[in-house]
């Protein structure tokens, strides 16, 4: 595992955003795996720069987002649909056809998941952009005793659920579901970078990296994996030594 401390958020967020320019520019068909959450912001912030100075152009890039919530509306900005659009697809030349997340309004979401699958597995992902929750969780794989291998979808604990009621005018419009790439999707991407910002997440990054490999903390499982670009800030990387 290669990992990288920076001193700034800033840092991080344009080192990772040349990681997938370099990428795209090498392979313009490029298959990218996309996160949400409040990391990659900065990171999409930076890729948009590049592409309004013309350093890169996503006209063949294909995108697949790790989750989505079981549910909402893609127009609802809660959406994780929304998100991508908001941060990033709305302001480059990504045909939208080639941009792809779990569909959260599936009637069938096991039919749904299958199909994310048979699309992953026919243009497999060459670098997959990964957040890290306070827990261990990658995608939305919490820790349990057993974890799927591909897409399915997942109850969302008790303490997300409150998490998340903030952003909903009440506790029943707060989504009970999600459905996600599976720990085995994501660690067939050929190269992974896991992006971590943060104090809260100085433990959980030292448990992840270097303690047992194991399905409760789900990111320990990216140990098993040989291409994976861990990047820090100082808060969460002071546990690393
Ligand atoms: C988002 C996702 C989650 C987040 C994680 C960290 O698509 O799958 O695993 O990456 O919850 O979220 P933030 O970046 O908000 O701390």
């Not at 997938?20 to 996309?34: H, Q, R, T, W």
């Not at 799927?148 to 659920?161: C, F, I, N, R």
């Amino acid at each position: 595992m290669e990992m990288i401390i920076f001193d700034t958020q800033q840092e991080l967020d344009a080192y990772a955003a040349e990681l997938i320019i370099n990428i795209v520019n090498e392979k313009p068909s490029a298959v990218l795996g996309l996160a949400t959450g409040s990391t990659p912001i900065g990171i999409y912030d930076k890729i948009v720069e590049s592409y309004n100075e013309k350093k890169v152009s996503f006209k063949e890039v294909t995108t697949f987002n790790l989750d989505e919530y079981v549910g909402l509306k893609p127009e609802n900005d809660q959406s994780y649909t929304y998100y991508m659009n908001k941060h990033l697809f709305s302001h480059i030349d990504i045909p939208s056809d080639q941009t792809h997340l779990p569909n959260g309004m599936a009637q069938d979401i096991e039919e749904e998941s299958a199909r994310y699958d048979t699309m992953l597995d026919a243009q497999p992902v060459d670098i997959q952009l990964l957040g890290l929750g306070h827990n261990g969780h990658i995608g939305f794989n919490e820790p349990d005793v057993n974890l799927p291998y591909g897409t399915h979808a997942v109850k969302l604990k008790a303490e997300t659920l409150e998490a998340n009621a903030r952003f909903f005018a009440s506790m029943d419009e707060v989504p009970k579901y999600a459905i996600t790439m599976g720990v085995g999707s994501i660690l067939k991407a050929n190269t992974i970078v896991l992006a971590v910002r943060g104090a809260d997440k100085a433990k959980i990054v030292k448990e992840a990296l270097t303690g047992p490999i194991t399905t409760s903390v789900p990111a320990s499982l990216l140990q098993t994996h040989a291409r994976v670009i861990v990047l820090l800030d100082r808060e969460a990387g002071r546990m690393m030594g």
